[in-house]
């Protein structure tokens, strides 16, 4: 086994959603033995093969009980509401409070073709939630309301641009000064 990649904000692999599992070979047991490991060392509860830019439609997760796969997983129910808070691997050192529902009935097939029906609740309901979502192309930032996103979105951008947050804020009040007077400059110029 081997750790794999994981890939972040801004990959479009993360974007897109995963075609189903139509044959559990050699490859796929390989694949998930190593996101096992990728998760474990990250570390991490869950990991969907989209995370480390595979288009198979299975997750891997961990919730202290051992680690399992799902292949072509579906949540046939849910039920209440949980608020928590959530980090994702693919958005590293970054939390929100997200709501979710409370339990969920997960179905699909473990590595060997047989059929898994999973009642969950809590953290082990979050997991399975967060994970389907990726194999759909729904990254968690899209489960922040306005206000959070924009937050987001914002240290998002500091990070990538590896400034301090006060430069970076200033860097970007001094983009926004430039720009209005650039607009302002245009309207006063003869045409």
Same mark, same amino acid.
């Given at each position: 086994?081997?750790?794999? +990649?994981?890939? %972040?904000?801004?990959? +479009?692999?993360? @974007?897109?959603? $995963?075609? /189903? ?7 796929? &047991? ?7 490991? $990728?998760?474990? /060392? ?7 093969? %989209?995370?480390?830019?595979?288009? @198979? *439609? #299975?997750?891997? !997760? ?6 399992? =796969? ?12 949980? %608020? !928590? ?6 958005? +590293?050192? #970054? =939390?929100?409070?997200? $709501?979710?529902? @409370? ?19 809590? &953290?082990?309901? *979050?997991?399975?939630?967060? /994970? ?8 968690? &930032? /899209? ?8 937050? =987001?979105?914002? $240290?998002?951008?500091?990070? =990538?641009?590896? &400034?301090?947050?006060?430069?970076? *804020? ?16 245009? #309207?006063?110029? +003869?045409?």
């Amino acid at each position: 086994m081997s750790q794999l +990649p994981i890939r %972040t904000f801004g990959d +479009p692999v993360l @974007k897109s959603s $995963t075609p /189903e599992v139509l044959e559990i070979d050699e490859a796929l &047991l390989r694949l998930a033995g190593d996101m096992i490991e $990728t998760m474990h /060392e990250a570390p991490g509860v869950g990991l969907a093969a %989209t995370q480390v830019g595979v288009q @198979k *439609r #299975m997750f891997v !997760y961990d919730v202290g009980d051992g680690a399992r =796969a799902v292949v072509n997983p579906r949540i046939s129910a849910a039920d209440g509401e949980w %608020t !928590y808070e959530e980090g994702c691997l693919s958005v +590293p050192g #970054m =939390a929100w409070p997200i $709501t979710r529902a @409370k339990e969920v009935h997960l179905e699909g097939r473990d590595l060997h073709g047989n059929e898994v029906s999973i009642e969950a609740d809590d &953290l082990l309901a *979050r997991v399975f939630q967060h /994970e389907v979502d990726h194999l759909d192309g729904v990254l968690l &930032l /899209e489960r922040l309301d306005e206000e959070q996103r924009r937050d =987001a979105m914002r $240290t998002l951008r500091e990070m =990538a641009l590896s &400034l301090p947050l006060d430069a970076a *804020r200033d860097a970007d009040r001094d983009a926004d000064r430039d720009v209005a007077r650039y607009a302002s400059q245009e #309207m006063r110029r +003869p045409r």
